[in-house]
């Protein structure tokens, strides 16, 4: 089975771009296995959204999008938790 595409969208890369590399170093190994399984264990459904999940990774989220029938993830918010949750678009 072919792995899903992982896109960003311009404001979570930005959001990403300002955070400590110490941060990322943890956050993006785990960005990049959604790949293989967009739904990993622990990941959550975002309550009133078609298709939003969140995985956490110590105090921060990753909030995204699964396109099945594209195979993509899209990357919409990565954020310390207290802000996890503001308005996503």
Known sequence: MDNY?????RSARKE??????S?????????ESLAE???PRGCRKIQ??????RIRI???RIVYAVYDK???ID????????DAYKKMR
Request: no cysteine.
């Open 23 to 31: 941060v990322v170093s943890k956050l993006f190994p785990k960005i």
């Open 75 to 82: 990357i919409l918010a990565i954020r310390h938790r207290k």
């Open 70 to 72: 594209k195979r993509v």
């Open 5 to 9: 595409g992982i896109i960003f969208t």
């Open 16 to 21: 990403l771009e300002m955070l400590a590399a």
């Open 37 to 39: 399984n967009p739904r």
């Open 58 to 60: 110590g105090e921060y």
């Open 48 to 53: 009133g959204e078609e298709n939003l999940w």
